[in-house]
């Protein structure tokens, strides 16, 4: 009987040491997970870009683009709130870039239709010049 003792004596401190060991790894890789802070500048970012974008009228001169920044947004905001940090990071940061690209296509729509206007503006010019420079030329009258 004492054979049988001396093995299992001789094991169990390896499958202690094993036991130990995937405890240990799995602690880490549950704090390893879970220690990543929240993203909160990200967001705050993205939020303010999103902001921006919707003040440069990017909601009517660049719907599409908005409504993509707005979606992601809100999801990075829903992973936030579950505690997935890293989603709500890579969501955060891809609503900042589709916000900016909002705002930019915005403003290119703008400056686009005050060139439009400025066009039209100097066409009406040109023509009424062209009309006056066919005008005969008058002189006083031979009254005097």
Known sequence: ??????????IMPRMNARLVTSVIIAILAFYGCST??????TLTKAELGVRAAREAGAN??????MKRATEKLERAKQAMAADRYDEARRLAESAQVEAELAEAKAEAEIVRRAADDLQRRVDALQTEAEGDSRKPITTRSDKE
């Open 1 to 10: 009987m004492n054979g049988i003792c001396d093995v299992d004596l001789k």
């Open 60 to 65: 009517e001169l660049a719907p599409v683009d």
């Open 36 to 41: 990543t802070k929240p993203p909160n500048d």
